[in-house]
């Protein structure tokens, strides 16, 4: 590690230097026939990174307050426009979708996932475009997600007894975020991987791995921005963190597709019922029938196996979480929500998925919590491939756009008291997240829109509608204060800081 002290005198020295040569070099009338969003002004090299912060989502709402709908912000050496308002986002991902569809390199994302061979980080293109219809027509469509009903009722079942047990041992306690998260993964890795992870050997070391990625993910890594300051993840350890965890996933993946494989192989004559064939079983078929015009490689199905533990298990639970934390923080919301489950359960005292769609106001708690908190409050990061105008601005080609969902949904011009929990709003309108209201897009719009939507919902208000029917939830009554601490931990997906701990009583209704 190098302390700060050691860098601040090459630093200050390079600064000043920067700007000596800004001076003489600056040619304003390159600039001067194009109409750029407006900027905060920048420091030399750093751009305005210093302005981010550690809640990057806040801080530009902040500076789009002064700066406006559209404005142009550098990441050290990266240019960057920040859309904050309805009508900007709709220009990006609707009406000039095409452009604004490839994503930024990032390194690593490079590293880790087989050189961007995934979904989520491949550029905009022929490859994208070829996976990305595999993952929405044939992994993540309602009648696949339908086909794995009942994994996810089975692991509802084992949450319930879970928390059961808990709740009648001697502690009092129950950490929710813990159950919450061996739900999420547990359902996503019997999806993808056919069995769960939790209770396997290897669970420590599975989970760990899933940490470690949202943790390089959510680090902030100058070298991006910053080229000359790229020596900096070698010398601090990033880089070799990233190589091991690149080693890990492969090893991973190299032997749940071998694993699958092989039980192809002995088992050929098994009748397939639809809901034990798993993900890595369809692109393994996939890659069976494919031919030399579309070749499928193995990189491949492991990159697009990543993506799913990469973009959906962290997400999804953290909606889930922050779900639960409103609830618990408005008991009379969650008391006119448990009355809705309880009655539409009625005398049968369970409920299946079918039961979701007579359950409105569960509906509208759940999208209520992800307009508040959108697990990705900046969505992904886009990159232009062409010079293009929005709202009479001109953005040149490569400029990175950041879409500030986070603000755009508790923006006041679109929205009544914005910042209260209120899921009555959703009533009676056909405001949805799935891309066509501007105001309101947690899972992004348009080519790059997550094709995840109907998979997450899913567990997300079974997940919902179980703990309501079986419980009475509440906070500790000592120390609540704590306990409903809202507070945002950094990263990029922003999860609560503090962990959901709460008490739970069985119901007899
Ligand atoms: C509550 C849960 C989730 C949220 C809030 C969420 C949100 C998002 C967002 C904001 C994007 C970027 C959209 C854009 O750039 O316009 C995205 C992309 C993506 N999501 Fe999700 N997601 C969730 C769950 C899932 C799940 C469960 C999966 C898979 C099983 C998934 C797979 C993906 C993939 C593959 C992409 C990349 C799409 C592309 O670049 O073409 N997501 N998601
Ligand atoms: C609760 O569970 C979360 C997630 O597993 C964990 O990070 C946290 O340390 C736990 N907190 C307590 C107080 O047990
Ligand atoms: C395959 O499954 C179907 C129904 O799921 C059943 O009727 C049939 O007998 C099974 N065939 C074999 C060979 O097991
Ligand atoms: C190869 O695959 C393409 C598209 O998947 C298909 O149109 C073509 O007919 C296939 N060719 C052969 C020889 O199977």
């Given at each position: 590690m190098i302390s700060l002290s050691h860098l601040i005198v090459p630093l200050v020295s390079f600064i000043l230097f920067i700007i000596f040569l800004s001076k003489w070099y600056?040619?304003?009338?390159?600039?001067?026939?194009k109409r750029l969003p407006p900027s905060p002004p920048k420091l030399p090299v750093?751009?305005?990174?210093?302005?981010?912060?550690?809640?990057p989502h806040r801080s530009l709402q902040a500076l789009s307050k002064r700066y406006g709908p559209l404005m142009m912000i550098h990441l050290g050496r990266v240019p960057a426009v920040i859309v904050s308002t309805a009508d900007a986002a709709r220009e990006v991902m609707k009406n000039q979708d095409v452009i604004f569809s490839n994503r930024p390199k990032l390194s690593i994302i490079d590293k880790i996932i087989y050189d961007s061979k995934d979904i989520a980080f491949a550029p905009y293109g022929e490859y994208w475009r070829q996976v990305r219809s595999i993952c929405v027509l044939q992994l993540l469509s309602n009648k696949r997600v339908q086909s794995f009903r009942r994994i996810r009722e089975e692991e509802m079942s084992r949450m319930i007894l879970k928390i059961r047990h808990l709740s009648s041992s001697?502690?009092?306690?129950?950490n929710l975020s813990d159950i919450l998260v061996t739900l999420t993964n547990d359902i996503i890795c019997r999806v993808a991987l056919g069995r769960r992870y939790s209770d396997a050997e290897e669970s420590t070391k599975f989970e760990s791995m899933l940490k470690e990625l949202a943790e390089l993910l959510g680090t902030f890594n100058p070298g991006d921005y910053i080229p000359w300051l790229n020596w900096i993840k070698r010398v601090n350890g990033f880089e070799a963190r990233v190589e091991k965890l690149a080693r890990w996933f492969d090893d991973f993946f190299e032997g749940v597709v071998e694993e699958h494989r092989n039980r192809k192989k002995g088992e050929t004559?098994?009748?397939?019922?639809?809901?034990?064939?798993d993900l890595v079983d369809i692109l393994l078929e996939i890659q069976r029938e494919s031919n030399s015009s579309s070749p499928i490689e193995t990189d491949t199905i492991k990159a697009v196996i990543f993506d799913i533990f990469a973009a959906g298990t962290d997400t999804t639970y953290t909606a889930l979480e922050w779900a639960m934390a409103e609830l618990l923080k408005h008991p009379k919301t969650m008391e006119k929500l448990q009355n809705e489950v309880r009655q539409v359960a009625g005398s049968k005292l369970e409920i299946t998925e079918?039961?979701?769609?007579?359950m409105l106001y569960l509906k509208a708690v759940m999208k209520e919590s992800l307009r508040l908190h959108p697990p990705l409050p900046l969505l992904l990061p886009r990159e232009c491939t062409q010079d293009s105008a929005i709202l009479g601005y001109d953005i040149a080609v490569g400029t990175r756009v950041i879409i500030n969902s986070w603000a755009i949904a508790r923006d006041p011009l679109s929205w009544e008291n914005p910042e209260d929990f209120c899921p009555e709003r959703f009533l009676n309108t056909e405001m949805d997240f799935r891309g066509l209201n501007f105001e309101y897009i947690p899972f992004g719009a348009g080519r790059r829109g997550c094709p995840g939507i109907t998979f997450s919902i899913a567990v997300n208000e079974l997940a919902l509608a179980k703990l309501m029917l079986n419980f009475n939830l509440a906070l500790p009554l000592e120390a609540t204060e704590r306990y409903c601490d809202m507070t945002e931990a950094p990263g990029n997906t922003v999860t609560k800081k503090f962990p959901l701990i709460v008490t739970a009583h069985p119901c007899s209704c």
């Open positions: 600056c040619n304003p009338s390159s600039t001067s026939r750093i751009g305005n990174l210093h302005q981010l912060g550690l809640f001697s502690a009092s306690y129950i004559n098994l009748n397939d019922s639809g809901d034990e064939t079918d039961d979701l769609e007579k």
